[in-house]
């Protein structure tokens, strides 16, 4: 026993795998116990168990294992985390449970498999399950069996799917086992009990005797309904209901109706497999249905019915077959195969279901027209066939055929029509059978109703009938209004009889929704005007008190409802709702209206109504307004009244103050009586007569407004501007169509008859009165506002002029959204005109578009034109489509019916010919807009194939496809193309275009809808597959529309559809449910139908809470005036409408005044980043929109609501643009007291300000802009730099509105521009301004290139990104821009480069056409005139800039050093910078940017400088950098790339810091010394090299003369120098990347270094200096050894030329090149020859042999020979062939020293030298005197000819200059006296301009002299110390030439400020020739970041004062006069000083 013990104390979970048994059955109870007693079932102890629970169901013993199952089910009905083990637990107990001979263990194995499915995990155990029936023992299959029976009794269908248990049911039957016989057969009965004969069809194949058992069975199952009885977690509402009818007692009748629900009615099509029978047609089908022989016909028809008895088809192209049967159908005059053809479609409609839908338009008219077989069997069978086809579509598509038919002559065909649309009504709801849809069907029916043969009118009746039970007598009676009693009753008779198809639920919800006020109604409906009455009946609850009374009056506009009671509302009038028999009243006599005034008003009233004198008719009309003001509504007679004042004089009163009241009693009586249409006819005529009357028109007006209310405004309308156009006066047209504008704005749109309006508007346009005009054009305006875009097709056809003006008015009201209305509202309960508005807002819109003329273009679509379009040759193919095209362009609209066109087209998408299938796509998008809203019926066979062209490889194509699927979906709406399977069907084409293009469009869509289709859950399977697909864009896409899916199929069922992935795949989709869950949008809010405008006169939803709320605080937002009345209503409006709003509202306005007070933005702690994070992974949509949609906003909405105070939110996403200024207005306030939570949140702010700029309104624009200059000075004062994130989705949309039509926004936006480039480098900002000189408005492309000049001319070439050729070229396409503006900019930008960059831009531009550059050299050339007339505004925009970037950076420079210097110019401009926010720590943001763009802000102290000779004043001062903290090793988390990791790092040697300088010395050091990592380097040699020789310039001229440092930390900082430097230099690869410049001052560096005796006075001084002997070795041998040697030669060159040089300097020099000439042998093969040579040459040439043998020592002479004769001794005769570069040899003896040396060698007699000189020499004459005369007669050759003339010039003048003892006379000898004299003032010519351009702008940085060489003859020499050509001391006038250049740098000069510095002597005498340094560029750009800093911090700096330390300076010549030298000291110390 001792084990037991031991196991004894181990925990529950260990016991429970214990190896003993024993123990395990011990863990398994505690288990059991310890699951009892967890209450909580989220707590971690359950996770502990997850793994072991299959062991508990698993245990091989059996007495463990039972106690194991109970514990099992105990954890999964406790344990949350339950659902995770389903797969293995459930395999576990079918597999290891089942199979027990214990009954217990089967019982707790069912037990467990059902509290799964309670779980939720039902598809999971079903799937286990049913995997359980394949095996092989029959007692696990038996269990199996009889889980999944109890499962479907308890859980019900609707949980345990049945279609895969029906699947397997046959082959269980089958079974050998009885067991598994019978099990089956109760599972048959189970499946039976709940889907009752759905489950006939499959079982229909089993044995016919298990089949009668199954029937004997089935009949004993009870009928009642079953119920579901154990329920899911997520039922509980459910199982309590359930519960509490148990406890009432069984099946409470009360419970039924909502039960029913819950039974899903299975439908056994479902159940079936779907068969493929078109490959099954018999092969000859085709030419055996066209046979001449019936019989053969028969036998082809047979084999088609006998296939399509198949209850369930495979889907596939049935076109041809339908084709076939539908010509049986028409043209087969055998009516027996008339039957067979429709039983065959009646089977394929039943069969394929929706997916028959496409063919449906195509049959049914055919089937229609055959109506007219009389023969019984032949009508049954087509009556079979148009049902089965109805179902596969909607009455919607068909509508139009049947119509057309119903007027057919036959009456058998218009019979059967009828009663087709009465057995299709049975199968509509409500819903599916909308008033647009009633309207055609009763119009045609109520003449069925009056035909004369009776069988067509009892159809009628039945049609009829059927449509008031579905639609309800509410909308179905408004169409009735003509019908007498008689045939009325027979209607209602005929509705009761109808049974629907979807039970009676429909027709009683319908009548219990009708009200009370039956009796009344049907009375109402006696008079044939009663549809208005009919409404007010059934909007108004409570008794119609006179209805029965009710006369004829004026009958009401054809056939079409006036209104709905909507929001449009006129129809239901609350207030008149009482009286309507008064609506219409008979026309009264004058007598009977004369005793019914005198009843109610004063006798002396009615005497002085004629009276002659005008003050007694004044005096009579205030009383009768008195009388009208006291009367009661119910007893005014209107009528009488009306007429009393239409009394001679009437309207033709003469006195305005009569005629005035008069107007105004008009108005009270239609406002306070029961004003009819009989009355308004009276005075109409007399008010439109007054409308245009200055003095009474505004009264005329009023009263005509009060009429419109009393009558309703379709119907005043319609009168008004009748009587206004049927009379001449102009005045009086113009006014009434100005009152009707303001009207239609009051009253709404809904029931305005357009077309009548549009004709008369039509007459207006046409007007000769501008007025007249000028009115309509307003009205068609505030139309557009209803109607929308359609309005403008009425308008089509008139005058360009008057159609412009038209346009412009439409643009106007493009984007605002139509008003509320705010009169003619019904004052009826507020739910009563639901449903009307609905109704009314579909109306409108479509009612423009039925109104449009359409043309039909059915019989120009012939057979033959059909057959062109499908010809085999393409060129016929286009033809046919040509045509096509042009019938269409000819037609404009068209009515639906284009016969055989939707197939013929439908073949061409997919021609072979993408031209033609482009052409097809172009005319299909034509036919939508052509067709309206009727394209519908073609989205199945039409639309669908579009879809699949978007799986196009061509791009354009598929963009082609998008566009049309687009202009559809317009037309058509989403359902149509929802519904089916055919969108499933394209997405499951694995095509990856065909995926994303639909992905994307779904997208799109979905978002937009409301509701759609259930088809649409079809798709998700492929979406997932989508999501996994092996092309990342199908992924992204999928990724994209997966939360649109959601917001239609809810989380719900998307998950569900997972079941049926791989287990990985679920996992991963599942993992994106729940993310896509996160960004699921909210539904579109039902009302907001407006899109652009608003119909029906309904605000949007989102906007009614706005206007009660603008009501609320006082503003005038509904534009009420102080009218009483107009008060009322508008109150009313908001009673009824803004209900909700103003409840919401009424409590913030309480709380809001204390909320304020906190911040406005609240920090949230690295909440900038995490969006970023999201928004790089793409969980978010990226910030990038031509027009912000809804979801950005939202998207915005939600990122703001953490961050950003509730009520400012609110205010920031208020509708009214008012309330946007307020929350600029509060930002603005508060920026200066939260600045960090601005930053925090800036990302968001400046999203949220580019929506601002998409407002229309400017005071929003303007207070935008006024926020963004605060906005970006606290930016640039807090030094923050922007993030690419935020520039890049904020900049683009500023730079739209420096296109702004207004001069102050366009003003304000370039202030604003100038101000980011402190925050955002300037070269980031070039690319996006480039970016918005593609815009097509021209005003911003010429404001982007202005800018673009500015940038350039600010900070030099080095902004032009990505290149500054490429840069350069797309500015100059702009000069051929079609506007003035454009081309001005692009000309002036090029221009400012031009000053900036010289002669270069030409190389750069490219090839420009003749007529630009012409256009360009003319600007250059007028620019070059005024030079010091630099433009005003670029003066003061720099001002602004407060930076000068670059004096002399990056100019012209060629060579390797040009490269290098440039490039870490760049890498600095876009130093790693921009990534860095505040958050992170601010030890990295030293860069040379931050110092650019600082702005003087950060004090650092400046070192006291060292007193030093003058000369001094030349040595490179660097920046003192602040002094920053060190930089963290931890660099990687910022920078995302290497790249920038390592320029940054580099950026940080040249630190003033040397801590930080050490740091990243170390750093660099660490990748060098790992061969891994050190490739990375590459490429970044240079820059390094660069800065470490600053470092260590750093270190001499600075830190050792500091007192205050510590030498020891010096000695650290040379160790790390040296230490980097030398593991670089051992790896051969990099150290060769080093170039001649850069290794120049590299050495110069290292030997200043060594010769530092201040180093050696240090305690480590020795050890350094034995180190650099060390580095310096190996730099001379692991660089390039061209690169090496020529940097040496050249450092030679300067030292000896530099007096302050000192002679040790040199001497160390030429020890290094005695070390490569020792070299030499074994690396001459490695060495540029030509290079080498040609530096010797240039040293030749500064030091002739004469001059070299006058230095102190004789070691320079002796190591150029030593060289010389190692090279010639190496390479023999042929050194001579590497004197290629050199291009005048004669300016130095190298030539001849190289061929004494060689004769030398080779004349072993050893002759005298001078010979072989003398020979040498004289050879060398003859041949260059031969090479002399070619090149003379090249360049003559050139002046001689046309083209070529000028550039032979200055070839000759550069020649002349060259070799200036040139002999070109014996060339000018021969030619004539004219030719000679054109070349002497030619070359004149080129003098005087050349040495001008010297004097003005000195374009070119290189001397023209040199232009020839490959050496870069730098302007300025660089060097420690310069001395001048000839060795002698520098006069005065060079420093004053320096110190002019100085001053003009810092701008204190008043000359133009030069971007670099005057050439002085540029051709006076020969320049200095040396190789131009890498560090130039550096150091200008540094001084310049230096003086813009100080420059800043000194403004008062008078102009003599200046401080600049630059290199770069000109040699001026000794002859200048003299200066005086101690004012020129003064003026040093002066500079000095101000250091200080």
């Known amino acids: 026993m001792g084990d037991d013990s031991e196991w004894m104390k181990l925990p529950i979970d260990q016991k429970c795998e214990h190896k003993l048994w024993k123990a395990r059955l011990n863990g398994y109870e505690e288990a059991l116990k310890l699951f009892q007693k967890i209450d909580d079932e989220k707590s971690p102890e359950w996770s502990k168990y997850l793994g072991l629970i299959k062991k508990f169901v698993t245990d091989s013993n059996a007495v463990a294992q039972l106690k194991g199952l109970e514990a099992a089910l105990a954890y999964v009905e406790n344990a949350h985390v339950a659902g995770k083990t389903t797969g293995e637990v459930a395999s576990g107990v079918v597999n290891k449970v089942f199979n027990q001979p214990k009954a217990r263990a089967k019982e707790l194995g069912l037990d467990i498999c059902l509290m799964y499915i309670e779980i939720e995990k039902g598809e999971a155990i079903q799937e286990e399950l049913l995997k359980g029936l394949d095996n092989k023992n029959p007692k696990i299959i038996v269990a199996c069996i009889e889980t999944l029976r109890k499962a479907l009794s308890e859980f019900g269908s609707k949980i345990i799917s049945l279609k895969p248990i029906i699947k397997v049911l046959p082959k269980l039957f089958e079974s050998r086992e009885k067991a598994v ?121 047979e084999a088609v019915e006998l296939l399509v008895k198949n209850p369930k088809l495979e889907s596939g192209d049935y076109a041809d077959l339908v084709k076939a049967l539908k010509k049986v159908v028409g043209k087969d005059t055998n009516v027996m195969l008339v039957a067979l053809a429709a039983k065959c479609l009646a089977g394929l409609a039943t069969g394929l279901r929706k997916k028959f839908g496409q063919y449906a338009g195509h049959v049914v008219p055919t089937i229609l027209e055959k109506f007219k077989e009389k023969k019984p069997q032949v009508v049954q069978a087509l009556q079979e066939a148009i049902d089965a086809i109805f179902l596969t579509t909607t009455l919607q598509n068909l509508s139009e055929d049947i119509l057309a038919v119903m007027d057919n002559k036959n009456p058998t065909i218009k019979q059967q029509t009828s009663l087709f649309i009465a057995r299709s009504f049975r199968h509509c709801t409500p819903s599916t059978l909308p008033k647009s849809l009633l309207k055609p069907f009763c119009a045609a029916l109520l003449k069925h109703i009056n035909d004369s043969a009776p069988e067509v009118r009892d159809a009628g009746f039945e049609a009829l009938g059927t449509a008031l039970k579905v639609a309800g007598e509410k909308a179905v009676n408004p169409f009735l209004a003509d019908v007498d009693k008689l045939k009325l009753d027979r209607i209602k008779e005929c509705a009761e009889k109808v049974e629907l198809v979807y039970g009676k639920k429909t027709g009683g919800t319908a009548e219990k929704r009708e009200g009370k006020p039956v009796a009344g109604k049907t009375a109402a409906l006696q008079g044939p005007g009663g549809d208005k009455e009919t409404k007010d009946a059934a909007a108004k609850p409570g008794p119609l008190k006179k209805a029965s009374a009710v006369k004829s009056g004026v009958p009401p506009k054809k056939g079409k409802p006036a209104t709905a009671a909507g929001a449009g509302g006129a129809g239901a009038k609350g207030k008149k709702g009482p009286e309507t028999k008064e609506i219409f009243e008979s026309e009264l006599s004058m007598e009977v209206c004369e005793e019914k005034a005198a009843a109610v008003l004063p006798a002396s009233c009615i005497q002085q109504l004629d009276s002659g004198n005008w003050k007694e008719r004044l005096a009579c009309m205030e009383e009768f307004q008195k009388a009208v003001e006291l009367m009661e509504r119910s007893e005014m007679p209107c009528q009488a009244l009306v007429r009393m004042l239409a009394k001679k004089p009437g309207w033709k009163e003469t006195n305005f103050q009569v005629m005035q009241m008069k107007l105004h009693i008009v108005a009270l009586i239609a406002q306070k009586g029961n004003f009819s249409k009989t009355s308004a006819q009276v005075v109409l005529d007399g008010l439109v007569d007054k409308v245009g009357d200055v003095k009474c028109g505004s009264n005329a007006k009023e009263a005509m407004t009060a009429i419109a209310e009393a009558c309703q405004l379709p119907w005043t309308a319609e009168q008004v501007v009748a009587m206004a156009f049927s009379q001449k006066n102009p005045k009086n047209q113009s006014e009434t169509l100005n009152w009707l504008s303001n009207a239609i704005k009051e009253f709404g749109f809904s029931g305005l008859n357009v077309k009548a309006f549009i004709s008369n508007v039509k007459t207006a346009l046409a007007a000769t009165n501008p007025a007249v005009r000028t009115s309509a054009i307003t009205l068609l305006g505030v139309m557009y506002l209803y109607v929308g875009p359609p309005l403008r097709m009425f308008f089509e056809d008139e005058k360009p002029a008057l159609l412009s003006q038209i346009d412009a008015e439409f643009e106007k009201m493009q984007g605002q959204t139509a008003p509320t209305p705010t009169r003619g509202i019904s004052r009826h309960s507020a739910g009563g005109g639901d449903d009307g508005e609905e109704e009314e807002q579909e109306e409108v819109g479509n009612d423009v578009v039925d109104l449009l003329p359409r043309t039909d273009i059915g019989d120009k679509i012939t057979a033959e034109l059909v057959s062109k379009i499908g010809d085999k040759n393409w060129k016929i193919r286009k033809e046919g489509l040509d045509e096509v095209t042009s019938i269409l362009n000819e037609a404009k609209f068209i009515h639906p019916n284009i016969g055989e066109l939707p197939v013929a087209l439908k073949n061409r998408l997919n021609d072979s010919n993408k031209i033609l299938v482009q052409q097809t796509l172009s005319i299909l998008q034509q036919l939508a807009t052509a067709m309206g809203p009727n394209i519908k019926q073609h989205v199945k066979n039409l639309g669908i194939p579009v879809i699949t062209v978007l799986g196009d490889s061509k791009n354009n194509v598929r963009a082609a496809a998008l566009a049309t699927v687009n202009a559809w979906a317009e037309q058509t709406g989403m359902k149509e193309w929802l519904e089916g399977e055919d969108l499933s069907e394209e997405l499951k084409k694995e095509n990856p275009f065909l995926r994303q293009e639909l992905l994307g469009w779904l997208a799109e869509k979905l978002p937009t809808l409301r509701s759609v289709p259930s088809d649409l859950l079809l798709c998700v399977p492929h979406l997932y597959s989508c999501l996994e697909d092996r092309n990342g864009d199908v992924r992204k896409k999928a990724q994209d529309a997966l939360p649109f899916f959601m917001m239609h199929l809810g989380f719900e069922k998307m998950a569900k559809a997972t079941g049926k992935l791989k287990p990985t795949s679920k996992d991963q989709v599942l993992a994106m449910l729940e993310k896509a869950k996160a960004n699921m949008p909210a539904k579109p809010a039902p009302p907001a139908k407006s899109s652009s405008r608003v119909v029906g006169g309904t605000a949007p939803a989102k906007f009614q809470p706005a206007s009660a709320f603008a009501d609320d605080l006082g503003s005038n937002t509904m534009e009420s005036k102080p009218d009483p009345k107009k008060a009322k209503a508008g109150g009313l409006s908001s009673k009824t409408k803004g209900v909700q709003g103003k409840k919401v509202l009424s409590k913030p306005s309480l709380k809001e005044d204390d909320d304020k007070s906190g911040p406005i933005f609240i920090i949230v702690p690295n909440g900038k980043e995490q969006r970023m994070k999201e928004e790089k992974a793409l969980k978010v949509l990226k910030w990038n929109f031509t027009t912000p949609r809804d979801e950005y906003i939202e998207q915005l909405k939600t990122q703001m609501s953490t961050c950003v105070a509730k009520w400012l939110q609110d205010e920031m996403f208020h509708a009214d643009f008012q309330h946007h200024n307020k929350a600029l207005a509060v930002m603005i306030e508060h920026l200066e007291s939260e600045k960090d939570g601005v930053i925090s949140c800036l990302d968001l702010i400046l999203k949220w300000l580019t929506l601002r700029f998409f407002d229309t309104n400017t005071s929003v624009l303007m207070k935008t802009l006024e926020y963004l200059k605060l906005l970006f000075n606290m930016l640039s004062q807090e030094e923050y730099h922007l993030t690419e994130n935020e520039a890049s989705s904020f900049i683009p949309y500023l730079i739209l509105k420096v296109g702004e039509p207004k001069d102050v926004i366009r003003k304000d936006v370039r202030a604003i521009l100038n101000r980011m480039c402190l925050i955002y480098p300037a070269s980031k900002m070039f690319p996006f301004i480039m970016e918005g000189t593609k815009s097509k408005n021209s005003k911003q492309r010429a404001e982007c290139l202005e800018e673009l000049g500015c940038l350039v001319e600010s900070y030099g070439m080095n902004v032009c990104q990505p290149t500054p050729g490429k840069a350069l070229k797309e500015m100059a396409t702009h000069i051929g821009d079609r506007d003035n503006t454009v081309r001005n900019a692009a000309l002036n930008t090029i221009v400012t480069v031009y000053n900036v960059h010289g002669d270069q831009v030409f190389k750069l531009i490219g090839n420009l056409s003749e007529k630009d550059m012409s256009m360009l050299e003319e600007r250059i050339k007028r620019s070059a005139k005024r030079p010091s007339a630099a433009p005003v505004r670029q003066a003061e925009e720099k001002s602004q800039r407060t930076q000068n970037i670059s004096a002399n950076a990056g100019m012209m420079r060629k060579g390797p050093a040009e490269d290098m210097s440039s490039k870490l110019n760049q890498n600095r401009n876009m130093g790693s910078h921009s990534e860095t926010t505040h958050s992170v720590p601010r030890e990295f943001q030293l860069d040379l940017d931050e110092i650019e763009n600082d702005n003087g802000t950060v004090r650092c102290e400046m070192p006291a400088l060292v007193q030093h000779k003058l000369d001094d004043i030349f040595e490179p001062v660097l920046i003192p950098e602040p002094k920053i903290r060190a930089v963290s090793p931890h660099f990687d988390d910022m920078h995302s790339n290497t790249a920038s990791t390592i320029n940054f790092v580099i950026s940080q040697v040249a630190s003033g810091d040397i801590n930080t300088s050490i740091q990243a010395l170390t750093q660099i050091d660490e990748v060098l010394k790992q061969e891994d990592k050190a490739e990375a380097m590459s490429g970044h040699i240079d820059q390094f090299l660069i800065a470490t020789f600053m470092q260590l310039r750093l270190i001499y001229n600075t830190h050792m003369a500091d007192e205050k440092l510590d030498k020891d930390e010096i000695v650290r900082l040379y160790s790390c120098i040296i230490g980097s430097m030398i593991t670089l230099f051992q790896i051969e690869s990099l150290a060769r990347e080093a170039s001649t410049g850069v290794l120049k001052d590299l050495m110069h560096g290292l030997i200043t270094l060594m010769l530092d005796s201040r180093v050696e006075d240090l305690e480590e001084g020795e050890q350094v200096i034995r180190s650099v002997n060390l580095l310096v070795v190996k730099v001379l041998e692991k660089s390039d050894q061209t690169n090496i040697l020529s940097a040496l030669l050249v450092l030679l060159q300067d030292s000896l030329l530099a007096t302050a040089s000192s002679p040790k300097f040199s001497e160390l020099v030429m020890k290094c090149l005695w070390r490569m000439v020792r070299l030499l042998p074994e690396t001459i093969n490695s060495i540029n020859l030509d290079r080498i040579l040609l530096d010797i040459h240039i040293f030749m040439k500064v030091f002739p042999k004469e001059k070299l043998k006058q230095c102190k020592s004789d070691f320079p002479i002796r190591t150029l020979k030593t060289l010389l004769h190692t090279l010639c001794k190496l390479k023999g005769p042929k050194i001579l062939d590497h004197l290629t570069m050199i291009d005048n040899k004669n300016e130095s003896e190298l030539e001849a020293h190289l061929c004494r040396v060689m004769k030398h060698s080779m004349d072993q007699s050893g002759k005298a030298d001078k010979d072989t000189e003398k020979g040498a020499s004289r050879i060398e004459e003859k041949a260059s005197k031969a090479k002399v005369n070619d090149i003379l007669a090249e360049i003559f050759k050139k002046i001689g000819s046309k083209e070529n003339t000028k550039e032979g010039l200055a070839e000759l003048y550069e020649y002349k200059k060259k070799y200036s003892d040139a002999d070109i006379e014996p060339f000018l000898k021969n030619s004539s006296q004219f030719f000679q004299s054109y070349v002497e003032r030619g070359l004149r010519l080129i003098e005087t301009e050349r040495e001008g351009k010297g004097r003005i702008a000195p374009s070119t940085g290189i001397s023209s002299q040199m232009e020839g060489t490959c050496v870069p003859v730098s302007t300025h020499t660089v060097s420690s110390s310069i001395g001048n050509t000839n060795g002698e001391e520098v006069g005065p006038s060079v420093y004053l030439e320096r110190l002019k250049i100085l001053r003009q740098r810092c701008g204190l000069d008043n000359a133009k400020q030069e971007d670099r510095p005057p050439l002085t002597s540029l051709l006076s005498k020969p320049t200095l020739p040396t190789v131009a340094s890498s560090t130039d560029m550096l150091h200008s750009k540094l001084s310049q970041l230096r003086e813009s800093r100080e420059q800043y911090q000194h403004l008062d700096l008078d102009s003599n004062q200046t401080h600049s330390s630059g290199i770069g300076t000109t040699l001026a010549s000794p002859s200048s006069a003299a200066a005086n030298i101690d004012d020129l000291k003064k003026r040093l110390e002066r500079i000095k000083s101000s250091r200080k």
């Open 181 to 301: 016989r019978d099990e089956a057969k109760l599972l048959a009965v189970e499946i039976y009990r709940w889907i009752r004969d759905a489950l006939r069809p499959p079982l229909q194949n089993i044995n016919s005797v298990q089949l009668k058992e199954l029937e004997e069975e089935w009949i004993k199952v009870s009928s009642a309904v079953p119920r579901q009885t154990r329920f899911l977690r997520s039922q509980q509402e459910l199982k309590a209901k359930f519960e509490q009818q148990q406890a009432v007692g069984g099946d409470a009748d009360g419970g039924d109706d909502d039960e029913e629900e819950t039974v899903p009615q299975v439908d056994a099509y479902e159940l079936l497999e779907a068969v493929e029978i078109l490959s099954k047609l018999p092969k000859d089908f085709y030419e055996k249905i066209e046979a001449k022989k019936w019989q053969e016909r028969k036998e082809a028809l």
